[in-house]
C-alpha cells in the first residue's frame, strides 16, 4: 500500500476528493493523515512515511515555502497540489520547486491514476537500483572470499 497524507484547510474540497473511487485495494493508494495544520505538516513527513503528499494551494499561507521545504528535505516521494482553481503565478511556481502535479476540481480520476502510475513507477525503479547495486557487490565480493576473510579475522 501506498500511504498518501493530505494537508487541505477546505472541507469540501476533502470530502470531494474523499469521495473519488481510487483509494484502496483497486490501486493501492491510501489516504493515511488528514491534516488541516499546514504550521505541522513537515512535522508528520519527518515522523512517518508516505509516498504522496496532496498539498492545498491557498492563496493566504504560503504553501509554496512549505512545499520547498519539502522538496529540499527531500520528506516525501511525490507531492500534488490541488485546488479549486489555477492562479497562473502559483502553478508556474509549484512545477518550478518540484511539484508533480497540480490538480483541479473538478477531479478527473485519469489524473490520479496517472500520478499513482509515475509514482508506482519511481518506487519500481527504485527497488530495482537497490537490487542491481546488490547484485553488483556480490559479484564484486563473492560469498567465498567474505567467508574466508571472516575466518582470517577469527584466527
Known amino acids: 500500500m501506498y500511504n498518501v497524507l493530505t494537508a487541505i484547510k477546505n472541507n469540501m474540497l476533502l470530502q470531494e476528493l474523499k469521495r473519488l473511487h481510487i483509494w484502496g485495494a483497486s490501486t493501492g493508494f491510501e489516504i493515511c493523515e488528514v491534516t488541516s495544520d499546514f504550521a505541522t505538516l513537515t512535522e508528520h513527513l519527518r515522523k512517518n ?32 497540489m490541488i485546488g479549486q482553481t489555477a492562479e ?19 477531479f478527473e480520476i485519469s489524473q490520479f491514476i496517472s500520478l499513482f502510475g509515475k509514482i508506482e513507477h519511481a518506487e519500481h525503479g527504485k527497488i530495482e537500483a537497490e537490487n ?18 571472516e575466518e582470517r579475522l577469527k584466527n
Not at 53 to 79: F, S
Not at 88 to 106: A, E, M, Q
Request: glycine share 2%.
Open 49 to 80: 512515511r508516505y509516498q504522496l503528499v496532496l498539498l492545498e494551494a491557498t492563496p493566504d499561507y504560503p504553501v509554496l515555502n512549505l512545499l520547498q521545504t519539502i522538496r529540499q528535505e527531500k520528506l516525501c516521494q511525490a507531492i500534488a
Open 88 to 106: 497562473f503565478k502559483i502553478v508556474r511556481k509549484s512545477f518550478l520547486l518540484g511539484v508533480d502535479d497540480y490538480l483541479i476540481t473538478p
Open 132 to 149: 542491481s547495486q546488490k547484485e553488483s557487490l556480490h559479484r564484486s565480493y563473492p560469498m567465498e572470499e567474505v567467508e574466508l576473510s
